[in-house]
């Protein structure tokens, strides 16, 4: 009897690629599965809001709507009604303006994830910005609105309120104009315009001056662009998004500028220990971020010890600290802010 040989099983395959990150190890998968998921979740939010500002809007039109009807259907109506509803428009608009901030919140996430992940899959020759995801992380851990109240009620009044406002005012000076009876002269005119104890002279002014701050507010605005959700997209460089190849037909790379550069804080740790080299060590391992020792002197101990030196970003200091205490509990840490760190993981040094 012959005894078959058992075939050698199938070689292994190699083990898919890692993401280590924050002390989490996930595959390549499980990673693009969560941040498909996170962009999902960011998408609702923004559309929720998003809607929250039509329904605002709305608010305003029919508003305005049910007054002009009111005010020119029946003659005896007085003018000052157009005038109460122009102050609950501008209510409106300065709602709409606060919800217009949460939009831009979730819409400034969407964007970097649309910008800085999924692009550079999609255009192999486009890299992301170096920061994109620790811009992204911080927004996470601490979110703060990344435009100010002021470019938020420039933009909703240039885009939707001040056409509103415009046929306010016009209604406004038609019916004093024209009910109820036709007005033969400036003087009738003036008489007509007064508010109870308020003479006529006084509402043009206040008008004249709540009409010219609404358009100095929406030409000083224009230059604020920081909004994501409605300005897209940025990029260096080039007048055309994303250039892919040149005139050799090399790839040419871009990269996306979104992000608010100014909330990416930048810090340097100093820590003074016994333990350098498995303080280091533990921080390479684990923090991924580069460590420089220097020979420092205790000058009430008079002791030599080691100062170790590591730039890291605001959501690192947590797992520093760790780290550190882990290591060498008798450790000391000084963390402070430091103005630009270029290199070694951060900011390239040097920009293509």
Known sequence: ??????????????????????????????????????????????????????????????STGATLSIGFSQPNIHHSIILLNTLLVMWFLFIEARRYRYYELWSYRVRLMETDFFAAMLVPPFHPSADWAENLAENL???????????????????NYFWI????????????????????????????????????????????????????????????????GEILPRFFGEDSPIHTHNEQGKGKTMRAWLAPRQRRRQLLALIITDKAESVSKSILTNLKRGVTSIDGKGMYTGMYRSILLCALTATEVHNLKSVVAREDPKAVVIVTPAQEVLGGGFAPLQEE
């Open 1 to 62: 009897m012959v005894k078959q040989k058992t075939p050698p099983p199938p070689p292994l395959e190699s083990e898919e690629p890692v993401w280590t990150y924050r002390g989490y190890k996930l595959k390549t998968s499980e990673f693009v599965t969560a941040m498909v998921h996170l962009f999902r979740a960011e998408i609702q939010r923004a559309n929720v809001w998003r809607q929250r500002l039509d329904t605002t809007t709305n608010w305003a039109v029919v």
């Open 165 to 228: 406002f415009l046929i306010l005012g016009a209604s406004w000076v038609i019916k004093i104009w024209l009910f109820p009876t036709p007005s033969t002269d400036i003087t009738e005119i003036m008489t007509r315009s007064a508010v109870g104890p308020i003479s006529g002279q006084i509402i043009m002014v206040l008008g004249f001056v709540f009409y010219s701050t609404l358009t100095v507010v929406a030409l000083a605005t224009v230059t604020m662009t920081r909004a994501t």
């Open 141 to 159: 851990l601490t979110p703060s609105f990344p435009i100010s109240m002021w470019e938020a009620f420039g933009r909703r009044l240039r885009r």
